[in-house]
Protein backbone atom coordinates (compact mmCIF):
# COMPACT_ATOMS: atom_id res chain seq x y z
CA UNK A 1 0.00 0.00 0.00
CA UNK A 2 1.11 3.52 -0.17
CA UNK A 3 1.16 4.19 3.21
CA UNK A 4 3.73 0.90 3.62
CA UNK A 5 5.49 2.32 0.75
CA UNK A 6 6.13 5.66 2.52
CA UNK A 7 7.12 4.30 5.67
CA UNK A 8 9.82 1.73 3.95
CA UNK A 9 11.04 5.36 2.29
CA UNK A 10 11.17 7.27 5.55
CA UNK A 11 12.88 4.48 7.44
CA UNK A 12 15.50 4.03 4.12
CA UNK A 13 16.47 7.86 4.28
CA UNK A 14 16.84 7.77 8.29
CA UNK A 15 19.35 4.87 7.98
CA UNK A 16 21.09 6.32 5.06
CA UNK A 17 21.47 9.50 6.63
CA UNK A 18 22.69 7.72 9.57
CA UNK A 19 24.89 5.56 7.31
CA UNK A 20 26.17 8.69 5.23
CA UNK A 21 27.26 10.64 8.68
CA UNK A 22 29.95 7.53 9.39
CA UNK A 23 30.88 7.66 5.02
CA UNK A 24 31.40 11.81 5.77
CA UNK A 25 33.20 11.06 9.21
CA UNK A 26 35.57 9.04 7.70
CA UNK A 27 36.13 10.95 4.11
CA UNK A 28 39.25 13.42 4.56
CA UNK A 29 41.12 10.62 7.02
CA UNK A 30 43.49 7.76 6.32
CA UNK A 31 41.27 4.30 5.02
CA UNK A 32 42.06 1.01 5.54
CA UNK A 33 42.22 -0.45 2.26
CA UNK A 34 41.58 -3.85 0.50
CA UNK A 35 40.97 -5.11 -3.48
CA UNK A 36 38.54 -7.27 -4.34
CA UNK A 37 38.56 -8.81 -7.91
CA UNK A 38 41.94 -6.35 -8.83
CA UNK A 39 43.46 -3.24 -8.28
CA UNK A 40 41.07 -1.18 -9.48
CA UNK A 41 38.03 -2.68 -7.54
CA UNK A 42 38.15 -1.14 -4.09
CA UNK A 43 36.82 -1.97 -0.36
CA UNK A 44 37.54 -0.24 2.52
CA UNK A 45 36.60 -0.69 5.95
CA UNK A 46 34.31 1.94 6.26
CA UNK A 47 32.14 0.11 3.24
CA UNK A 48 32.16 -3.12 5.27
CA UNK A 49 30.91 -1.43 8.69
CA UNK A 50 28.38 0.75 6.77
CA UNK A 51 26.55 -1.96 5.14
CA UNK A 52 26.45 -3.82 8.58
CA UNK A 53 25.11 -0.82 10.16
CA UNK A 54 22.47 -0.46 7.52
CA UNK A 55 21.57 -4.07 7.71
CA UNK A 56 21.63 -3.69 11.32
CA UNK A 57 19.12 -0.70 11.63
CA UNK A 58 16.66 -2.29 9.13
CA UNK A 59 16.68 -5.55 11.03
CA UNK A 60 15.85 -3.90 14.12
CA UNK A 61 13.13 -2.02 12.96
CA UNK A 62 11.64 -4.25 10.69
CA UNK A 63 12.23 -8.07 12.28
CA UNK A 64 13.38 -7.43 15.95
CA UNK A 65 10.82 -4.80 17.04
CA UNK A 66 7.96 -6.27 15.94
CA UNK A 67 6.13 -4.90 19.28
CA UNK A 68 5.94 -0.80 18.25
CA UNK A 69 5.82 -2.16 14.89
CA UNK A 70 4.03 -5.10 14.55
CA UNK A 71 2.02 -3.97 11.11
CA UNK A 72 5.23 -4.89 9.19
CA UNK A 73 6.41 -7.63 11.29
CA UNK A 74 8.91 -9.72 9.16
CA UNK A 75 7.41 -8.06 5.98
CA UNK A 76 11.27 -7.58 4.93
CA UNK A 77 14.27 -10.60 5.17
CA UNK A 78 16.05 -10.04 2.41
CA UNK A 79 18.94 -8.35 1.66
CA UNK A 80 21.70 -8.09 -0.86
CA UNK A 81 24.57 -6.01 0.19
CA UNK A 82 27.57 -5.35 -2.12
CA UNK A 83 30.36 -6.45 0.67
CA UNK A 84 27.62 -9.18 1.81
CA UNK A 85 28.12 -10.19 -1.78
CA UNK A 86 31.66 -9.85 -1.87
CA UNK A 87 32.00 -11.73 1.57
CA UNK A 88 30.92 -14.69 -0.14
CA UNK A 89 26.96 -14.67 0.02
CA UNK A 90 25.77 -15.19 -3.72
CA UNK A 91 23.30 -12.76 -4.78
CA UNK A 92 19.61 -14.45 -4.84
CA UNK A 93 16.89 -12.02 -5.59
CA UNK A 94 13.60 -13.48 -4.98
CA UNK A 95 10.44 -11.79 -5.33
CA UNK A 96 10.07 -11.26 -1.28
CA UNK A 97 10.82 -7.66 -0.27
CA UNK A 98 14.11 -7.38 -0.65
CA UNK A 99 16.70 -4.31 0.62
CA UNK A 100 19.02 -3.65 -1.60
CA UNK A 101 22.34 -1.88 -0.47
CA UNK A 102 25.63 -0.56 -1.71
CA UNK A 103 27.42 1.37 1.73
CA UNK A 104 29.14 3.40 -0.68
CA UNK A 105 28.98 3.50 -4.34
CA UNK A 106 31.85 5.45 -6.00
CA UNK A 107 34.33 3.76 -3.27
CA UNK A 108 37.53 5.12 -5.82
CA UNK A 109 36.21 8.37 -5.61
CA UNK A 110 35.78 8.39 -1.39
CA UNK A 111 39.37 6.55 -1.16
CA UNK A 112 40.41 9.97 -2.97
CA UNK A 113 38.60 12.64 -1.87
CA UNK A 114 36.77 12.86 -4.71
CA UNK A 115 32.95 13.87 -3.42
CA UNK A 116 30.63 12.16 -5.55
CA UNK A 117 30.34 9.19 -2.98
CA UNK A 118 26.96 8.26 -1.57
CA UNK A 119 25.12 5.57 0.23
CA UNK A 120 22.52 3.46 -1.49
CA UNK A 121 19.37 2.03 -0.46
CA UNK A 122 16.42 0.27 -2.54
CA UNK A 123 13.79 -2.06 -1.89
CA UNK A 124 12.16 -4.29 -4.50
CA UNK A 125 8.81 -6.27 -4.07
CA UNK A 126 8.43 -9.17 -6.52
CA UNK A 127 11.58 -7.88 -7.96
CA UNK A 128 10.05 -4.37 -8.94
CA UNK A 129 11.88 -1.35 -7.37
CA UNK A 130 9.49 0.36 -5.17
CA UNK A 131 12.00 2.67 -3.02
CA UNK A 132 14.95 4.26 -4.15
CA UNK A 133 17.35 6.53 -2.09
CA UNK A 134 20.66 7.85 -2.85
CA UNK A 135 22.48 10.19 -0.12
CA UNK A 136 25.83 11.82 -1.09
CA UNK A 137 27.09 13.03 2.88
CA UNK A 138 30.09 15.26 1.17
CA UNK A 139 27.60 17.21 -1.47
CA UNK A 140 24.82 17.14 1.25
CA UNK A 141 22.56 15.94 -1.24
CA UNK A 142 19.44 13.47 -0.27
CA UNK A 143 17.91 12.02 -3.15
CA UNK A 144 14.31 10.07 -2.67
CA UNK A 145 11.84 8.21 -5.13
CA UNK A 146 8.99 6.22 -4.27
CA UNK A 147 7.34 4.33 -7.04
CA UNK A 148 4.48 6.41 -7.96
CA UNK A 149 4.79 9.40 -5.22
CA UNK A 150 7.81 11.31 -7.50
CA UNK A 151 11.41 12.45 -7.52
CA UNK A 152 13.40 14.46 -4.43
CA UNK A 153 16.67 16.08 -4.20
CA UNK A 154 16.26 17.72 -0.38
CA UNK A 155 12.54 17.84 -0.68
CA UNK A 156 12.64 19.48 -3.79
CA UNK A 157 11.05 17.64 -6.59
CA UNK A 158 13.42 16.79 -9.13
CA UNK A 159 12.74 16.03 -13.10
CA UNK A 160 15.20 15.25 -16.07
CA UNK A 161 15.72 17.08 -19.18
CA UNK A 162 13.47 15.92 -21.38
CA UNK A 163 16.38 16.68 -24.00
CA UNK A 164 15.63 14.67 -27.44
CA UNK A 165 18.43 15.60 -29.34
CA UNK A 166 21.73 13.32 -29.10
CA UNK A 167 23.40 15.73 -30.72
CA UNK A 168 22.81 18.09 -27.70
CA UNK A 169 22.98 15.86 -24.89
CA UNK A 170 25.58 14.84 -22.28
CA UNK A 171 26.23 11.61 -21.78
CA UNK A 172 27.84 10.04 -18.44
CA UNK A 173 29.93 6.84 -18.99
CA UNK A 174 32.37 4.86 -16.98
CA UNK A 175 35.79 3.28 -17.40
CA UNK A 176 34.43 0.70 -14.36
CA UNK A 177 36.84 -1.57 -12.76
CA UNK A 178 37.37 -4.15 -15.05
CA UNK A 179 40.86 -4.47 -16.22
CA UNK A 180 40.17 -7.41 -18.73
CA UNK A 181 41.50 -6.03 -22.74
CA UNK A 182 38.50 -7.51 -24.20
CA UNK A 183 36.21 -5.51 -21.79
CA UNK A 184 37.91 -2.54 -22.14
CA UNK A 185 38.46 -2.97 -26.40
CA UNK A 186 34.79 -2.87 -26.84
CA UNK A 187 34.49 -0.05 -23.98
CA UNK A 188 36.24 2.42 -25.78
CA UNK A 189 34.85 1.63 -29.43
CA UNK A 190 31.26 2.54 -27.40
CA UNK A 191 33.05 5.87 -26.15
CA UNK A 192 34.89 6.73 -29.10
CA UNK A 193 31.32 6.52 -31.13
CA UNK A 194 29.28 7.99 -28.17
CA UNK A 195 31.70 11.66 -27.89
CA UNK A 196 31.32 11.71 -31.93
CA UNK A 197 27.30 11.46 -31.98
CA UNK A 198 26.92 13.67 -28.72
CA UNK A 199 27.64 17.07 -27.55
CA UNK A 200 30.23 15.45 -24.79
CA UNK A 201 31.30 12.77 -22.02
CA UNK A 202 31.32 13.37 -18.86
CA UNK A 203 32.69 10.38 -15.68
CA UNK A 204 31.61 11.09 -11.96
CA UNK A 205 32.94 7.45 -10.78
CA UNK A 206 29.42 5.99 -9.54
CA UNK A 207 26.71 4.78 -11.17
CA UNK A 208 24.41 6.55 -8.68
CA UNK A 209 25.60 10.01 -8.93
CA UNK A 210 25.48 9.15 -13.22
CA UNK A 211 21.80 8.35 -12.35
CA UNK A 212 20.98 10.80 -10.06
CA UNK A 213 21.97 13.61 -11.91
CA UNK A 214 20.77 12.18 -14.93
CA UNK A 215 17.30 12.45 -12.86
CA UNK A 216 17.54 16.15 -11.72
CA UNK A 217 18.63 17.49 -15.46
CA UNK A 218 22.07 17.82 -15.17
CA UNK A 219 23.25 15.89 -18.30
CA UNK A 220 21.19 13.51 -19.87
CA UNK A 221 22.19 10.01 -20.27
CA UNK A 222 24.24 7.22 -18.82
CA UNK A 223 25.34 3.51 -19.70
CA UNK A 224 27.39 1.32 -18.36
CA UNK A 225 28.62 -2.16 -18.47
CA UNK A 226 30.28 -3.72 -15.65
CA UNK A 227 27.98 -2.59 -12.54
CA UNK A 228 25.91 -4.56 -10.30
CA UNK A 229 22.39 -4.22 -9.04
CA UNK A 230 23.26 -2.09 -6.16
CA UNK A 231 24.98 0.29 -7.79
CA UNK A 232 21.63 1.45 -9.83
CA UNK A 233 18.71 -0.12 -8.37
CA UNK A 234 17.88 1.89 -5.95
CA UNK A 235 18.90 5.69 -8.02
CA UNK A 236 16.51 3.47 -10.60
CA UNK A 237 13.57 4.47 -8.83
CA UNK A 238 14.69 8.32 -8.53
CA UNK A 239 15.13 8.14 -12.21
CA UNK A 240 12.10 6.75 -13.69
CA UNK A 241 9.74 8.61 -10.77
CA UNK A 242 11.79 12.11 -12.19
CA UNK A 243 10.57 11.38 -15.59
CA UNK A 244 13.65 9.36 -17.11
CA UNK A 245 13.35 5.96 -19.07
CA UNK A 246 15.79 2.98 -17.80
CA UNK A 247 16.81 -0.02 -20.44
CA UNK A 248 18.68 -2.42 -21.38
CA UNK A 249 21.42 -0.84 -23.33
CA UNK A 250 20.46 -3.19 -26.55
CA UNK A 251 16.77 -2.53 -25.43
CA UNK A 252 14.00 -3.68 -24.13
CA UNK A 253 13.29 -3.73 -20.60
CA UNK A 254 16.56 -3.64 -17.78
CA UNK A 255 17.67 -6.35 -16.33
CA UNK A 256 19.27 -5.68 -12.84
CA UNK A 257 21.16 -8.85 -12.93
CA UNK A 258 22.82 -8.20 -16.16
CA UNK A 259 24.89 -6.37 -14.74
CA UNK A 260 24.72 -3.32 -17.52
CA UNK A 261 22.46 -0.53 -17.64
CA UNK A 262 21.77 2.30 -19.99
CA UNK A 263 19.44 5.54 -18.60
CA UNK A 264 18.43 8.92 -20.57
CA UNK A 265 15.94 11.92 -20.07
CA UNK A 266 13.29 10.22 -22.25
CA UNK A 267 12.21 7.12 -23.56
CA UNK A 268 13.24 8.59 -27.12
CA UNK A 269 16.77 9.35 -26.08
CA UNK A 270 17.19 6.17 -24.51
CA UNK A 271 16.29 4.29 -27.57
CA UNK A 272 18.62 6.48 -29.68
CA UNK A 273 21.53 6.09 -27.62
CA UNK A 274 20.71 2.79 -27.09
CA UNK A 275 21.24 2.34 -31.51
CA UNK A 276 23.96 4.71 -31.57
CA UNK A 277 26.07 1.74 -29.23
CA UNK A 278 28.24 -0.25 -31.77
CA UNK A 279 27.91 -2.97 -30.16
CA UNK A 280 26.63 -3.98 -26.46
CA UNK A 281 28.91 -6.15 -24.11
CA UNK A 282 27.66 -9.56 -22.54
CA UNK A 283 29.01 -9.13 -18.71
CA UNK A 284 28.76 -12.51 -16.63
CA UNK A 285 25.47 -12.09 -14.61
CA UNK A 286 25.19 -11.78 -11.09
C1 LIG B 1 31.34 1.59 -8.85
C2 LIG B 1 30.23 1.98 -9.82
C3 LIG B 1 30.80 2.59 -11.07
C4 LIG B 1 31.72 1.64 -11.74
C5 LIG B 1 32.83 1.23 -10.80
C6 LIG B 1 32.27 0.65 -9.52
P1 LIG B 1 31.44 0.89 -6.21
O1 LIG B 1 30.75 0.99 -7.71
O2 LIG B 1 29.37 2.88 -9.28
O3 LIG B 1 29.74 2.94 -11.95
O4 LIG B 1 32.26 2.22 -12.90
O5 LIG B 1 33.64 0.28 -11.41
O6 LIG B 1 31.64 -0.59 -9.75
O7 LIG B 1 32.35 -0.28 -6.30
O8 LIG B 1 32.15 2.14 -5.95
O9 LIG B 1 30.28 0.63 -5.32
Redesign the pocket.
Known amino acids: STAEIQDYLKTATVVAKEAGEVVREAFYKEKSLQTKSNYADLVTETDQAVEKQIINSLKEKYQLTSEDNNQYEADISQFIG ?1 ESVAGGHKTEWTDDPTWII ?1 P ?5 NFVHQIPHTCVCIGLSIKKQMVVGVVYAPILNEMYTGAKGQGAFCNGERISTSQQNDLKQAIIYL ?4 SREQDVLRRKFNIYHKVVETTRGTRTL ?4 MNMVNVAKGSGDAYV ?1 Y ?2 HIW ?1 FAASGVILIEAGGAMIDPAGGPVDFLSRRVLCASSQSLADQLSTTIPEHIEMERD
Open positions: EDIDGTTEGGSGSAAEGLD
